[in-house]
């Protein structure tokens, strides 16, 4: 789709929650993305900060393929050896003696409070 045809399909169908760039994100490597136009880009938001480890780095795609090959999500209602793993990882490596695996800022804020 060419970028005039998908600005207004975006502006169509998505709430203008914010200003985005009027640039059509097709790949991306490490640091690095590129628009429908072949033009590249430094990539400087990371995903809003989900992103810090770059884009398609080859360990990381492997270990997503491996675990979307087992299981894509799991509810904290049940044990997954994974998330035991890392919550070993986060406390040996903290202040914290216990960790709290949520999905947004506001659902770690509410846990914090209560």
């Not at 970028?3 to 200003?19: A, H």
Request: charged share 25%; glycine share 8%.
């Amino acid at each position: 789709m060419e970028i005039k045809k998908l600005l207004e399909e975006s502006s169509r169908y998505i709430m203008n929650t914010y200003n985005r760039a009027p640039i059509d994100l097709r790949k991306g490597r490490g640091v690095k993305v590129w628009g429908s136009d072949g033009k590249e880009y430094l990539d400087f938001v990371g995903g809003v900060a989900v992103n810090i480890l770059g884009h398609c780095h080859p360990k990381i795609v492997v270990a997503i393929q491996k675990q979307a090959q087992r299981l894509i999500h799991v509810s904290n209602l049940y044990h997954i050896e994974p998330q035991i793993k890392l919550a070993r990882l986060l406390v040996e490596h903290s202040f914290a003696d216990k960790v709290f695996f949520c999905n947004s800022g506001a659902e770690a804020n509410e846990a914090a409070i209560k």
